[in-house]
């Protein structure tokens, strides 16, 4: 049987910032780095035979730091990058709201209706998230693989795991970073057994 772990990148300085990334990138703030080493304990005793990464820096250094001293193949995979935002990439939250009304209403509350400024569509991120995945099924059939990468394409595999519409892609639970998300997958279909699980941030908060 073939097991998914799942997490998003560490804290960005866009993260802090409402900003938009994209397929642009800034660095791991120092609550992403400790976060991304904490998963990494967290994950310590859990053999991993593969992880596959978004190329984008920040999920690089989320990777290279859950792995700390443990030698893993690592596969970059561009169809694991976050959903191309186009010109909004860099941009803030507000200001995005202030000149593009519609288009940021829609990304947040009618994901299916988002029209991309020259970037991706929900449908897009989850035709090559499929991609990514039926290509995992085929190269690992069994064995634990870990996924570094970004929300929405999580929230896109989500929706596959889930056979959910692109419309209900923001349902709960919120993706936060370096959360922890565990799938089984089999001829059956897939099994969920977390989902967006911070239990690692908050132990060591604690």
């Not at 991304?36 to 190329?55: C, F, K, M, V």
């Amino acid at each position: 049987m073939l097991t998914l772990y799942i997490t998003r990148h560490g804290e960005t300085e866009w993260n802090t910032q409402e900003r938009m990334q994209g397929w642009k990138d800034s660095d791991l703030t120092e609550i992403g780095v400790q976060n991304a080493i904490d998963l990494g304990e967290r994950l310590q005793s859990t053999p991993i035979d593969a992880i596959y990464s978004s190329p984008s820096n920040r999920t690089q250094k989320t990777t290279k730091l859950i792995c700390g001293n443990r030698n893993i193949p690592i596969i970059l995979d561009e169809d694991l990058r976050e959903i191309n935002m186009g010109i909004w990439e860099g941009k803030t939250q507000s200001y995005i709201k202030e000149n593009y009304p519609t288009e940021h209403n829609n990304f947040w509350n009618a994901p299916r209706f988002y029209n991309p400024m020259e970037g991706e569509s929900f449908f897009d991120v989850q035709r090559r998230v499929l991609t990514v995945l039926n290509r995992m099924k085929s190269d690992k059939c069994s064995g634990n693989v870990l996924i570094v990468t970004h929300s929405v394409v999580i929230k896109c595999l989500l929706s596959i795991f889930k056979d959910l519409p692109i419309e209900n892609i923001w349902d709960p639970p919120y993706i936060h970073d370096t959360s922890l998300t565990i799938v089984e997958v089999n001829e059956k279909g897939y099994r969920i057994l977390l989902e967006g699980d911070t239990l690692h941030k908050e132990t060591a908060r604690s």
